[in-house]
Protein backbone atom coordinates (compact mmCIF):
# COMPACT_ATOMS: atom_id res chain seq x y z
CA UNK A 1 0.00 0.00 0.00
CA UNK A 2 1.18 3.76 -1.15
CA UNK A 3 0.95 6.08 1.82
CA UNK A 4 0.21 9.79 0.77
CA UNK A 5 3.68 11.97 1.22
CA UNK A 6 2.41 13.07 4.58
CA UNK A 7 1.79 9.93 6.42
CA UNK A 8 5.24 8.14 8.18
CA UNK A 9 3.45 5.02 9.00
CA UNK A 10 0.13 3.25 9.64
CA UNK A 11 -0.84 2.74 13.75
CA UNK A 12 -4.29 1.73 13.03
CA UNK A 13 -4.48 -0.87 9.83
CA UNK A 14 -8.54 -1.66 8.67
CA UNK A 15 -8.44 -4.78 10.08
CA UNK A 16 -7.33 -3.46 13.54
CA UNK A 17 -10.08 -1.47 13.47
CA UNK A 18 -12.81 -3.46 12.37
CA UNK A 19 -11.98 -6.09 14.87
CA UNK A 20 -12.07 -3.55 17.91
CA UNK A 21 -14.99 -1.50 16.21
CA UNK A 22 -16.80 -4.99 16.12
CA UNK A 23 -15.61 -5.92 19.80
CA UNK A 24 -17.40 -2.69 21.09
CA UNK A 25 -20.47 -2.76 19.76
CA UNK A 26 -21.03 -6.13 21.32
CA UNK A 27 -19.88 -4.51 24.63
CA UNK A 28 -22.37 -1.59 24.05
CA UNK A 29 -24.68 -4.42 23.06
CA UNK A 30 -24.40 -6.77 26.08
CA UNK A 31 -24.82 -3.37 28.64
CA UNK A 32 -27.52 -2.01 27.12
CA UNK A 33 -29.92 -5.03 27.06
CA UNK A 34 -32.99 -4.19 25.15
CA UNK A 35 -33.11 -0.65 25.48
CA UNK A 36 -35.92 1.72 24.13
CA UNK A 37 -34.39 4.91 24.81
CA UNK A 38 -31.05 4.67 23.80
CA UNK A 39 -29.92 7.50 21.52
CA UNK A 40 -25.82 7.89 20.16
CA UNK A 41 -24.83 11.18 19.85
CA UNK A 42 -22.17 11.44 17.31
CA UNK A 43 -19.65 14.44 17.30
CA UNK A 44 -19.31 16.26 14.08
CA UNK A 45 -17.28 16.48 11.85
CA UNK A 46 -14.39 13.24 13.33
CA UNK A 47 -17.10 10.59 14.30
CA UNK A 48 -18.97 9.70 11.42
CA UNK A 49 -17.09 7.11 10.42
CA UNK A 50 -16.49 5.99 13.90
CA UNK A 51 -20.27 6.06 14.29
CA UNK A 52 -21.04 4.66 10.87
CA UNK A 53 -19.57 1.17 11.62
CA UNK A 54 -20.20 0.81 15.02
CA UNK A 55 -23.81 1.49 14.16
CA UNK A 56 -23.68 -1.48 12.03
CA UNK A 57 -22.81 -3.97 14.20
CA UNK A 58 -25.11 -3.28 17.03
CA UNK A 59 -28.10 -5.01 17.52
CA UNK A 60 -29.66 -3.03 20.42
CA UNK A 61 -32.31 -0.38 18.72
CA UNK A 62 -31.17 3.03 19.28
CA UNK A 63 -31.31 6.05 17.30
CA UNK A 64 -28.34 8.24 16.02
CA UNK A 65 -28.22 12.23 16.38
CA UNK A 66 -25.36 14.40 16.14
CA UNK A 67 -23.68 17.45 17.98
CA UNK A 68 -21.44 20.12 16.09
CA UNK A 69 -18.73 21.55 18.25
CA UNK A 70 -16.00 24.05 17.69
CA UNK A 71 -13.16 24.70 20.16
CA UNK A 72 -11.96 28.28 20.48
CA UNK A 73 -7.95 28.28 19.57
CA UNK A 74 -5.50 29.74 19.97
CA UNK A 75 -3.24 28.96 16.89
CA UNK A 76 -3.57 25.06 17.36
CA UNK A 77 -3.83 25.47 21.31
CA UNK A 78 -6.94 24.68 22.48
CA UNK A 79 -7.86 27.19 24.98
CA UNK A 80 -10.70 24.72 26.94
CA UNK A 81 -13.76 26.87 25.80
CA UNK A 82 -16.11 25.08 23.66
CA UNK A 83 -18.52 26.59 20.76
CA UNK A 84 -22.06 24.55 20.14
CA UNK A 85 -22.76 24.83 16.69
CA UNK A 86 -25.57 21.93 16.09
CA UNK A 87 -27.15 21.21 19.28
CA UNK A 88 -29.10 17.58 19.42
CA UNK A 89 -32.53 17.46 17.25
CA UNK A 90 -33.97 15.00 19.98
CA UNK A 91 -34.57 16.22 23.59
CA UNK A 92 -32.28 13.85 25.76
CA UNK A 93 -33.96 14.44 29.08
CA UNK A 94 -35.08 11.08 30.44
CA UNK A 95 -33.42 9.23 27.64
CA UNK A 96 -30.04 6.73 27.62
CA UNK A 97 -27.48 8.83 25.98
CA UNK A 98 -24.21 7.30 24.37
CA UNK A 99 -21.98 10.04 23.39
CA UNK A 100 -19.42 8.70 20.19
CA UNK A 101 -16.43 10.38 19.57
CA UNK A 102 -13.21 10.16 17.62
CA UNK A 103 -10.82 10.93 19.58
CA UNK A 104 -10.14 12.09 22.92
CA UNK A 105 -7.06 14.24 23.69
CA UNK A 106 -7.16 17.22 26.14
CA UNK A 107 -10.45 16.19 27.57
CA UNK A 108 -12.28 19.64 27.04
CA UNK A 109 -14.59 18.85 24.65
CA UNK A 110 -15.87 15.72 26.06
CA UNK A 111 -16.07 17.35 29.50
CA UNK A 112 -17.95 20.14 28.02
CA UNK A 113 -20.51 17.54 26.77
CA UNK A 114 -20.66 15.22 29.50
CA UNK A 115 -21.60 18.57 31.39
CA UNK A 116 -24.14 19.92 28.73
CA UNK A 117 -26.13 16.76 28.79
CA UNK A 118 -25.75 15.73 32.29
CA UNK A 119 -27.79 19.02 32.63
CA UNK A 120 -30.18 17.96 30.79
CA UNK A 121 -31.05 15.30 33.04
CA UNK A 122 -30.54 11.62 31.00
CA UNK A 123 -31.64 8.51 32.39
CA UNK A 124 -28.09 7.32 32.12
CA UNK A 125 -24.88 8.78 30.18
CA UNK A 126 -22.07 6.80 28.85
CA UNK A 127 -18.70 7.42 26.27
CA UNK A 128 -17.71 5.95 23.73
CA UNK A 129 -14.47 6.40 22.12
CA UNK A 130 -12.38 5.28 19.30
CA UNK A 131 -8.87 6.69 20.12
CA UNK A 132 -7.42 8.56 23.12
CA UNK A 133 -4.46 10.00 23.95
CA UNK A 134 -3.99 9.47 27.74
CA UNK A 135 -0.20 12.26 27.83
CA UNK A 136 -2.37 15.20 26.19
CA UNK A 137 -5.19 14.83 29.01
CA UNK A 138 -6.00 18.38 30.56
CA UNK A 139 -9.24 17.33 32.21
CA UNK A 140 -10.17 13.68 33.62
CA UNK A 141 -12.93 12.45 31.44
CA UNK A 142 -14.72 9.31 32.15
CA UNK A 143 -14.87 6.94 29.02
CA UNK A 144 -16.68 4.19 29.53
CA UNK A 145 -15.95 2.37 25.73
CA UNK A 146 -12.72 2.74 24.72
CA UNK A 147 -10.94 1.43 21.44
CA UNK A 148 -7.14 2.13 21.77
CA UNK A 149 -4.94 3.90 23.75
CA UNK A 150 -2.12 5.96 21.45
CA UNK A 151 1.03 7.76 22.73
CA UNK A 152 1.21 11.34 21.55
CA UNK A 153 1.67 12.05 17.98
CA UNK A 154 -0.69 13.31 15.06
CA UNK A 155 -3.14 10.76 13.77
CA UNK A 156 -5.41 11.22 10.55
CA UNK A 157 -7.63 8.73 8.82
CA UNK A 158 -11.08 7.19 10.04
CA UNK A 159 -12.56 10.12 10.71
CA UNK A 160 -9.16 11.98 12.04
CA UNK A 161 -8.02 15.18 9.63
CA UNK A 162 -5.04 17.40 9.86
CA UNK A 163 -6.50 20.98 8.60
CA UNK A 164 -9.17 19.03 6.92
CA UNK A 165 -7.11 16.52 5.11
CA UNK A 166 -6.65 12.84 5.32
CA UNK A 167 -10.08 12.27 7.32
CA UNK A 168 -11.27 9.77 5.00
CA UNK A 169 -8.09 7.25 5.25
CA UNK A 170 -9.75 3.78 5.62
CA UNK A 171 -6.39 3.41 7.95
CA UNK A 172 -5.25 5.46 11.19
CA UNK A 173 -1.97 7.25 10.11
CA UNK A 174 0.54 8.91 11.96
CA UNK A 175 1.47 12.30 10.20
CA UNK A 176 5.09 12.82 9.93
CA UNK A 177 6.12 15.24 12.48
CA UNK A 178 7.79 17.92 9.78
CA UNK A 179 4.42 18.22 8.74
CA UNK A 180 2.56 19.02 11.98
CA UNK A 181 5.20 21.29 13.21
CA UNK A 182 5.30 23.17 9.84
CA UNK A 183 1.19 23.87 10.81
CA UNK A 184 2.01 24.69 14.17
CA UNK A 185 4.43 27.82 13.30
CA UNK A 186 2.39 28.74 10.45
CA UNK A 187 -0.74 29.27 12.91
CA UNK A 188 1.57 30.91 15.64
CA UNK A 189 2.42 33.27 13.06
CA UNK A 190 6.06 32.43 13.60
CA UNK A 191 6.79 30.87 9.85
CA UNK A 192 9.20 32.58 7.92
CA UNK B 1 -38.14 -8.82 17.82
CA UNK B 2 -35.24 -7.59 15.80
CA UNK B 3 -35.61 -5.01 13.70
CA UNK B 4 -34.85 -7.33 10.74
CA UNK B 5 -38.21 -9.03 11.83
CA UNK B 6 -39.78 -5.71 10.16
CA UNK B 7 -38.43 -6.26 7.14
CA UNK B 8 -40.42 -7.95 4.33
CA UNK B 9 -37.61 -8.50 2.25
CA UNK B 10 -33.53 -7.12 1.57
CA UNK B 11 -33.64 -4.87 -2.01
CA UNK B 12 -30.01 -4.56 -2.09
CA UNK B 13 -27.82 -6.89 0.22
CA UNK B 14 -24.94 -5.48 1.87
CA UNK B 15 -22.36 -7.45 -0.54
CA UNK B 16 -24.49 -5.57 -3.73
CA UNK B 17 -24.17 -2.42 -1.62
CA UNK B 18 -20.54 -2.54 -0.84
CA UNK B 19 -19.68 -3.51 -4.55
CA UNK B 20 -21.97 -0.26 -6.00
CA UNK B 21 -20.30 1.78 -3.30
CA UNK B 22 -17.01 0.96 -4.63
CA UNK B 23 -17.68 1.57 -8.04
CA UNK B 24 -19.78 4.86 -7.35
CA UNK B 25 -15.97 5.78 -5.45
CA UNK B 26 -13.63 5.00 -8.81
CA UNK B 27 -16.35 6.98 -10.75
CA UNK B 28 -15.68 9.95 -8.68
CA UNK B 29 -12.11 9.50 -9.05
CA UNK B 30 -12.24 9.76 -12.27
CA UNK B 31 -13.75 12.72 -12.31
CA UNK B 32 -11.83 14.99 -9.67
CA UNK B 33 -8.23 15.78 -9.54
CA UNK B 34 -6.09 16.89 -6.38
CA UNK B 35 -6.20 20.18 -7.88
CA UNK B 36 -10.15 20.52 -8.02
CA UNK B 37 -9.74 19.51 -4.13
CA UNK B 38 -13.72 18.59 -4.03
CA UNK B 39 -15.70 19.57 -0.89
CA UNK B 40 -18.41 16.51 -0.13
CA UNK B 41 -21.15 18.04 1.24
CA UNK B 42 -23.12 15.56 2.99
CA UNK B 43 -26.57 15.71 3.56
CA UNK B 44 -27.52 14.41 7.44
CA UNK B 45 -28.88 12.54 9.02
CA UNK B 46 -29.84 9.85 6.48
CA UNK B 47 -26.49 10.04 4.36
CA UNK B 48 -23.86 9.66 7.04
CA UNK B 49 -23.43 6.06 6.06
CA UNK B 50 -23.07 5.81 2.96
CA UNK B 51 -20.58 8.94 3.04
CA UNK B 52 -18.05 6.75 5.49
CA UNK B 53 -18.12 4.06 3.19
CA UNK B 54 -18.04 6.39 -0.17
CA UNK B 55 -15.49 8.56 1.27
CA UNK B 56 -12.98 5.59 2.23
CA UNK B 57 -12.87 4.71 -1.54
CA UNK B 58 -12.14 8.59 -2.82
CA UNK B 59 -8.01 8.92 -3.89
CA UNK B 60 -8.09 12.56 -4.40
CA UNK B 61 -7.46 15.44 -1.78
CA UNK B 62 -11.08 16.11 -0.92
CA UNK B 63 -12.77 17.54 2.49
CA UNK B 64 -15.75 17.05 3.99
CA UNK B 65 -18.38 19.22 5.33
CA UNK B 66 -22.34 18.88 6.47
CA UNK B 67 -25.49 20.48 6.40
CA UNK B 68 -28.57 19.23 8.96
CA UNK B 69 -32.25 20.09 7.45
CA UNK B 70 -35.12 19.69 8.90
CA UNK B 71 -38.55 20.70 7.21
CA UNK B 72 -40.81 23.66 7.80
CA UNK B 73 -44.09 21.15 7.71
CA UNK B 74 -46.11 19.45 4.83
CA UNK B 75 -47.33 23.11 3.67
CA UNK B 76 -43.55 22.94 1.98
CA UNK B 77 -43.50 19.52 0.82
CA UNK B 78 -43.85 20.77 -3.26
CA UNK B 79 -41.95 23.90 -2.78
CA UNK B 80 -38.78 22.06 -1.11
CA UNK B 81 -38.04 24.52 1.28
CA UNK B 82 -36.38 23.65 4.26
CA UNK B 83 -34.58 24.65 7.51
CA UNK B 84 -31.27 24.92 7.64
CA UNK B 85 -29.94 23.88 11.08
CA UNK B 86 -26.67 23.48 10.73
CA UNK B 87 -24.74 24.98 7.65
CA UNK B 88 -21.79 24.42 5.82
CA UNK B 89 -18.56 25.11 7.99
CA UNK B 90 -16.59 25.79 4.42
CA UNK B 91 -17.30 28.83 2.10
CA UNK B 92 -17.93 27.25 -1.24
CA UNK B 93 -17.60 30.21 -3.81
CA UNK B 94 -14.87 28.71 -5.95
CA UNK B 95 -15.33 24.98 -5.04
CA UNK B 96 -15.84 21.97 -6.39
CA UNK B 97 -19.01 20.85 -4.90
CA UNK B 98 -20.36 17.47 -4.43
CA UNK B 99 -23.60 16.90 -2.82
CA UNK B 100 -23.76 13.64 -1.39
CA UNK B 101 -27.20 12.18 -0.64
CA UNK B 102 -29.08 8.92 0.72
CA UNK B 103 -32.08 9.19 -1.13
CA UNK B 104 -33.58 11.24 -4.07
CA UNK B 105 -37.77 10.90 -4.24
CA UNK B 106 -39.31 13.68 -5.14
CA UNK B 107 -36.53 15.91 -5.62
CA UNK B 108 -38.08 18.93 -4.33
CA UNK B 109 -35.68 18.80 -1.13
CA UNK B 110 -32.16 17.90 -3.38
CA UNK B 111 -33.68 20.74 -5.55
CA UNK B 112 -33.74 23.56 -2.62
CA UNK B 113 -30.73 22.58 -1.59
CA UNK B 114 -29.06 22.68 -5.27
CA UNK B 115 -30.75 25.94 -6.48
CA UNK B 116 -29.32 27.33 -2.25
CA UNK B 117 -25.71 26.52 -2.86
CA UNK B 118 -25.63 27.57 -6.38
CA UNK B 119 -26.08 31.20 -5.17
CA UNK B 120 -22.87 30.73 -3.38
CA UNK B 121 -21.38 30.29 -6.61
CA UNK B 122 -19.53 27.27 -6.69
CA UNK B 123 -16.87 26.13 -9.53
CA UNK B 124 -18.95 23.22 -10.28
CA UNK B 125 -21.63 21.10 -8.50
CA UNK B 126 -22.56 18.11 -8.46
CA UNK B 127 -24.78 15.31 -6.90
CA UNK B 128 -24.22 11.91 -5.83
CA UNK B 129 -27.20 9.88 -4.34
CA UNK B 130 -27.24 5.85 -3.23
CA UNK B 131 -30.74 5.72 -4.36
CA UNK B 132 -33.28 7.46 -6.56
CA UNK B 133 -36.88 6.91 -6.67
CA UNK B 134 -37.11 8.27 -10.42
CA UNK B 135 -41.25 7.33 -10.02
CA UNK B 136 -41.75 9.64 -7.54
CA UNK B 137 -39.83 12.55 -9.21
CA UNK B 138 -41.90 15.93 -8.88
CA UNK B 139 -38.86 18.14 -10.21
CA UNK B 140 -36.27 17.08 -12.52
CA UNK B 141 -33.00 17.34 -10.83
CA UNK B 142 -29.52 16.26 -12.61
CA UNK B 143 -27.82 13.71 -10.80
CA UNK B 144 -24.76 12.89 -12.13
CA UNK B 145 -23.87 9.98 -9.52
CA UNK B 146 -26.63 7.07 -8.74
CA UNK B 147 -26.18 4.20 -6.65
CA UNK B 148 -29.21 2.04 -7.45
CA UNK B 149 -32.72 3.00 -8.91
CA UNK B 150 -35.79 1.76 -6.84
CA UNK B 151 -39.42 0.69 -7.44
CA UNK B 152 -41.74 3.08 -5.16
CA UNK B 153 -41.56 1.07 -1.39
CA UNK B 154 -40.22 1.73 1.66
CA UNK B 155 -37.00 1.31 2.22
CA UNK B 156 -35.13 1.48 5.65
CA UNK B 157 -31.03 0.49 6.26
CA UNK B 158 -28.01 2.01 5.27
CA UNK B 159 -28.90 5.23 6.60
CA UNK B 160 -32.35 5.60 5.85
CA UNK B 161 -34.67 5.03 8.82
CA UNK B 162 -38.39 4.72 9.58
CA UNK B 163 -39.56 7.42 12.45
CA UNK B 164 -35.36 7.38 13.14
CA UNK B 165 -35.06 3.30 13.40
CA UNK B 166 -33.45 0.44 11.22
CA UNK B 167 -30.46 3.61 10.18
CA UNK B 168 -27.74 1.05 11.06
CA UNK B 169 -29.33 -2.24 8.75
CA UNK B 170 -26.20 -2.94 6.94
CA UNK B 171 -28.69 -3.61 4.02
CA UNK B 172 -31.68 -1.62 2.38
CA UNK B 173 -34.55 -3.48 2.95
CA UNK B 174 -38.01 -3.22 2.26
CA UNK B 175 -40.29 -2.57 5.07
CA UNK B 176 -43.30 -4.58 5.92
CA UNK B 177 -46.14 -2.93 5.60
CA UNK B 178 -47.95 -3.28 8.97
CA UNK B 179 -44.81 -1.57 10.50
CA UNK B 180 -45.91 2.12 8.86
CA UNK B 181 -49.39 1.66 8.70
CA UNK B 182 -49.97 0.64 12.38
CA UNK B 183 -48.03 3.75 13.25
CA UNK B 184 -50.55 6.45 11.55
Redesign the interface.
Known sequence: MRLPDAIERVLLDEETIAAQVRQLAAQIDADYGDPDDLVLV?V??GA??F???L??H??V??????I?LSSYNRGTVSTGSVRL??DT?VNVTGRQVLVVEDILDTGYTLDYLIRTFRARKPASLHTCVLISKPERRQVEVPVDYLGFEIPDVWVVGYGLDYA??F????YIGVLKREVSVRRVAEEDGTAG | M??RDDVARVLISEKALQARVAELGQAINATYSDEDRPLLV?V??GA??F???L??H?KM??????M?I?SYGATTVSSGVVRI??DL?QNVEGRHVLIVEDIVDSGCTLDYITRNLRTRRPASLRVCTLLSKPSRREIDVPLDFVGFEVPDEFVVGY?LDFA??Y????FIGILKERVYQGSE
Do not use: Q, W, Y
Request: proline content about 5%.
Open positions: GLKFILADARLTPHHVDFAIMRDRRTLP | GLCLKFVLADARLRHEMDFESLLEGEERNLP
